[in-house]
């Protein structure tokens, strides 16, 4: 039988196929889609707001790339629910900043065993995690002071902590951190250490009963976020209680914000420190490219201003 002519260009366009195979492999690739689920643990904080602007922003350079956004209004239930219903739309990577790392762990861990999840902001413990990115809250506290430190100089003074959530592993680090700053300095007494939750009405009606209740004031007070940093001084400014100075962190720059409070002279310092929305939507996007990441946690540098 003689062989068909058709044979040889048939075999010859089958090549040519395969040769072009890989590169139409990297091109269903490079044009695959992707959904991020972004459960954020409140959306009444300055800086979780901020948190989700830049993530939109960060987002925006990917065009392949969708983001669905939570708000868990300061309650870990309505996170975990949120979470769940998240997994429903069938994301592939979570980004999660929680309100109660503790309460969600168990939840992390088993999405964990599907698809990559990044924590953000506030640790979570064990493994369960592909990447926690979050600010070095010992260094902010240390930094922090530093500043009372120089305010006070050598004649010394009294100090009013403004403290996070009680327990909390921000709340702790930031604590450590600061009293570090301070050992060896005798000079420095430490009056009161109020828990004011990262808010700033929770904040100001602490401090207005701290002044009120133990008629005392301070020479300095220094709060864990801005937020409770200037709900302190509208205590004070309430009470028409003058001379303290105060202390924030965050350093968002934006209107309300730790640099806006610094330059109109409400703050006298506030410690910077990247929310981490732009390094979670990069290291996101590389996970899901396939790359391995070296180490779990990417902890970001604080810069006090001024």
Partial sequence: ????????????????????????????????????????????????????????????????????????????????????????????????????????????????????????????????????????????????????????????????????????????????????ALEGHPEITIESALYANWMQDQAQNRFKEYLVVYGKTADVVCAQNDAMAYGAWLAAKDLRVDGIRFIGADGLDVEGGGVDLVNRGILDSTIYYPTGASQAVEYGMRILSGEKLEGKQLILTPQRIP
Avoid at 41 to 67: G, H, P, S
Avoid at 82 to 99: A, C, F, N, Q
Avoid at 104 to 111: M, Q
């Fill in 1 to 180: 039988m003689k062989p068909k002519k058709w044979l040889p260009a048939l075999v010859l366009a089958a090549v040519v196929a395969l040769a072009f195979l890989p590169a139409l492999t990297r091109t269903r690739q490079e044009e695959k889609s992707y959904l991020i689920g972004m459960s954020q643990a409140n959306l009444i904080e300055t800086c979780r707001v901020t948190t989700n602007l830049e993530f939109r922003e960060a987002a925006k350079q990917y065009d392949k790339l969708r983001v669905i956004y939570t708000d868990a209004a300061e309650s870990p239930q309505r996170q975990i629910e949120d979470i769940h219903r998240l997994m429903g739309l069938g994301i592939d990577l979570l980004v999660v900043s929680p309100d109660d790392s503790e309460t969600l762990r168990p939840t992390l861990a088993e999405v964990y065993k599907k698809i990559p999840v990044i924590v953000l902001d506030r640790a979570v413990s064990g493994e369960d995690y592909s990447l926690f990115i979050g600010p070095d809250n010992d260094q902010i506290g240390y930094l922090a002071g530093e500043r009372v430190l120089e305010l006070l100089g050598d004649g010394g003074g009294t100090v009013v902590e403004i403290l996070g959530i009680e327990d909390s592993s921000p709340a702790v680090a930031r604590q450590e951190g600061f009293l570090r």
